[in-house]
């Protein structure tokens, strides 16, 4: 098997192996609480559940900015605060897990060409791994979803915020990731939708890193663009086969 310069792939979650049709998330979410809060005898109008959902989804993108954890749990609170909820232990942790819940059974789908992509990665003697920013699903339910979808074999190691402590483009969080494949920075590729986390965080460790726009094409070019931007995954193995030594 020929050498190459990249030994190591690692790739962001949302937009890039998984994406979700607009809004569904938010959707299954505010199904979950309906019925948990209905059960419990508390009649909350969707209006108010979704603008407190607003609330809770606006801290987590300023702490997400900020590199400061907020996790389901923290979400979880200030949309019961939103509410005017006294929520007993028992109704708090059930809303807890119905975040993870609603990724579990809402409609969302691997991304075109991502599982071809994998195998030819591996193929060629590539180290697979995941870098992700966890939102309000838990990093639990992302990996029983790559698992229903026969994708979590095909990588050899997985780090995510939730479980790390850290948000991309921190470098701490793509430092597990690499001393989990056991790869150095200068022989590793990420790839990724966003510029501000996937982009800038990959160049800071001094990774090449890929954009890739078939999902989401990030207009944000505060942080530079990346050298290699695809459109469909099934060009990463070419792309990454011209990455300069």
Not at 130 to 153: E, K, N, Y
Not at 197 to 222: F, L
Request: some cysteine.
């Amino acid at each position: 098997m020929p050498e190459h310069h990249i030994e190591g792939v690692t790739f962001d979650f949302w937009n890039t192996l998984v994406w979700e049709p607009p809004g569904n998330l938010v959707a299954g979410r505010m199904r979950a609480w309906r019925a948990l809060l209905d059960a419990a005898g508390i009649g909350i109008e969707h209006d108010h559940l979704e603008a407190a959902h607003q609330v809770a989804f606006g801290q987590y993108q300023a702490a997400w900015k900020a590199n400061r954890q907020y996790v389901v749990a923290d979400a979880t609170a200030c949309m019961l605060a939103e509410l005017g909820i006294d929520a007993g232990p028992d109704l708090q942790e059930a809303l807890v897990r119905s975040f993870g819940a609603a990724g579990a059974t809402t409609e969302l789908h691997p991304a075109d060409g991502v599982r071809a992509c994998l195998r030819a990665l591996r193929a060629e003697g590539r180290r697979l791994g995941i870098v992700c920013d966890i939102g309000l699903t838990p990093s639990s339910t992302l990996i029983d979803l790559l698992d229903r979808w026969q994708l979590l074999d095909l990588f050899d190691a997985w780090t995510f915020s939730d479980e790390v402590g850290f948000y991309k483009p921190d470098p701490r969080i793509f430092e597990v990731a690499l001393d989990a494949l056991g790869v150095a920075p200068e022989r590793a590729a990420h790839v990724g939708d966003r510029v501000r986390t996937d982009v800038q965080g990959a160049r800071n460790m001094g990774m090449v890193p890929v954009r890739y726009a078939g999902v989401y094409d990030d207009p944000d070019q505060v942080a530079g663009d990346a050298g290699i931007v695809i459109t469909h995954l099934s060009e990463l193995p070419a792309a990454l086969e011209k990455a300069a030594p």
